[in-house]
């Protein structure tokens, strides 16, 4: 009997439980060449914002030890021409498609997004990019969990589509603003988001990005994001979607027995555009070796340490 791939998030019904994270695959499209994109699981969006923006000022990447730091400042063309040009590529794919949005300034700017997608049909799910570090802010609103209840709570009002939360770890407890997200009607959390972090070039005693401060991704932030991964799943009862540092089959199938319904793959892109097929084949020889017939049956099942 042939493994059971298939999961379910809120409303979606994806073929497998793998994603490719926002941020790391532009639209799709600029990966079109490198492997038939059907075969994904769905696909999360760079994020979207109302007003186009350029993003940070270079250099707004360098790498680090088994990782990378990025400032990019959610560059995109705004709500508008992302309809205009992106979604017709975007429709002919015939999977499901997850948009990833934040606001600039102010949270209303996520309920004028959220009725723009709303009406269109071909979009299967929305994500809440309430975590993003790149935005010169003080405080994200994942970082408070009434501010991410009240946020969720309103835009859960504004449509029937699945709901996404994406999560900062950022924070003191993690599990705390996933349940408050929960509470809030959100169909599912995404975690982690990038940890926030510097580097220097010692030589000319500059920072190495120019914003100073960026995101850090990559297999760096693994054991954090298992960790948290493994603590919300023992909070909340709504789907974890996990990434943080997946690079092959072993450290996505870490993200499922810590708990996570699906994952996304995110800096692994980079180095190699096939990865996610790799995943996908990976996981199905993995059951199949294992005898297992649904992801259900290692998802969240931990073992504790034998004497």
Request: proline share 5%.
């Amino acid at each position: 009997m042939k493994p059971n791939l298939s999961v379910k998030i809120g409303k979606l019904d994806l073929k497998n439980p793998v994603m490719v994270a926002s941020g790391t695959f532009g639209y799709a499209e600029e990966f079109k060449d490198f492997f038939d994109l059907k075969k994904l699981g769905a696909i999360v969006t760079k994020t979207i914002t109302i007003r186009a923006r350029h993003g940070n000022l270079p250099p707004r990447t360098c790498e680090t030890p088994a990782g990378m730091l990025n400032s990019i400042g959610l560059e995109n063309p705004g709500i508008d021409k992302f309809i205009e040009e992106k979604i017709p590529f975007l429709k002919k794919l015939g999977i499901p498609v997850i948009v990833s949005i934040a606001a600039e300034e102010d949270p209303e700017e996520f309920a004028i997004l959220v009725k723009q997608l709303d009406k269109i049909s071909e979009i299967s799910a929305i994500e809440l990019n309430i975590s993003c570090p790149n935005l010169q802010k003080n405080k994200l609103i994942s970082q408070d969990a009434q501010s991410t209840f009240a946020l969720v709570s309103a835009v859960r009002q504004l449509t029937e589509k699945t709901l996404i939360t994406k999560l900062s770890p950022n924070v003191t407890s993690i599990s705390e603003i996933a349940l408050a997200a929960q509470n809030a009607g959100s169909d599912a959390v995404a975690l982690i988001n990038t940890l926030t972090g510097m580097s220097i070039d010692v030589h000319k005693r500059i920072p190495k990005i120019a914003s100073w401060v960026g995101g850090l991704s990559g297999p760096a932030i693994r054991p954090v994001a298992i960790k948290m991964v493994w603590e919300t799943y023992n909070k909340i009862k709504i789907p974890i979607i996990g990434m943080g540092g997946i690079m092959d089959i072993e450290s996505a199938l870490e993200f499922f027995i810590a708990g996570s319904t699906a994952i996304s793959v995110g800096t692994a892109n980079f180095i190699n555009p096939r990865i996610s097929l790799e995943i996908i084949s990976g996981l199905k020889a993995y059951m199949e070796d294992n005898d297992i017939q649904n992801l259900s049956n290692i998802t969240g099942k931990l073992k504790a340490c034998k004497d």
